[in-house]
T-cell receptor, first 111, second 114 residues
């Protein structure tokens, strides 16, 4: 399983763009990159998933360079409600199914 | 609401008692997962079903834990002889075609063992 490294915490202010970078140096050819958001006492919420280049949805963008050894989650114009833990996940287990969560990045959005 | 649902949302029990949690996945999803999350940590994988077959179990799943998905729809997770170390949030997720890599999580069941 590819191990991920992401900052433990980040601070931002309302209206700013937030970029959270995740390193995954040993990503495998078949691995997807997925980001989840989690609020306290709730289950993780799927944000975005990609394999290469750039993916954009109504919530975020995901930038993946050609070597795929890192990825950046971009949250445009954050609000206070974006304060949460963000998890970067890479790959699947040998059976192709298990997700391995790291410690995540605690994003604090200030007024 | 067509998302993943879990019941109960909270459970308080005394050490040594048995508890059972239920998960109802998104209806068209054939894959169902259980995770456990303790405070300040990311979720840890426990077990996985494809339809009614339990295909993967973590070493975290001791013999006191058992999970079933009898008809390939809802699933139950039972913990026998609970211990204080079992206190955690138990999360269920489901996935299915055409995006089997994308897991959708329920709200979780918070277990407190006194």
């Amino acid at each position: 399983l590819a191990k991920t490294t992401q900052p433990i915490s980040m601070d931002s202010y309302e209206g700013q763009e937030v970029n959270i970078t995740c390193s995954h140096n040993n990503i495998a050819t078949n691995d997807y990159i997925t980001w989840y958001q989690q609020f306290p006492s709730q289950g993780p919420r799927f944000i975005i998933q990609g394999y290469k280049t750039k993916v954009t949805n109504e919530v975020a963008s995901l930038f993946i360079p050609a070597d795929r050894k890192s990825s950046t989650l971009s949250l445009p114009r954050v609000s206070l409600s974006d304060t949460a833990v963000y998890y970067c996940l890479v790959g699947l287990d040998n059976a192709g199914n298990m997700l391995t969560f790291g410690g995540g990045t605690r994003l604090m959005v200030k007024p | 609401d067509t998302g993943v649902s879990q019941n109960p949302r909270h459970k308080i029990t005394k050490r040594g008692q048995n508890v059972t949690f239920r998960c109802d996945p998104i209806s068209e999803h054939n894959r169902l997962y259980w995770y456990r999350q303790t405070l300040g940590q990311g979720p840890e994988f426990l077990t996985y079903f494809q339809n009614e077959a339990q295909l993967e179990k973590s070493r975290l799943l001791s013999d006191r834990f058992s999970a079933e998905r009898p008809k390939g729809s809802f699933s139950t997770l039972e913990i026998q002889r609970t211990e204080q170390g079992d206190s955690a949030m138990y999360l269920c997720a489901s996935s299915g075609d055409p995006t089997p890599h994308t897991q959708y999580f329920g709200p979780g069941t918070r277990l407190t063992v006194l």
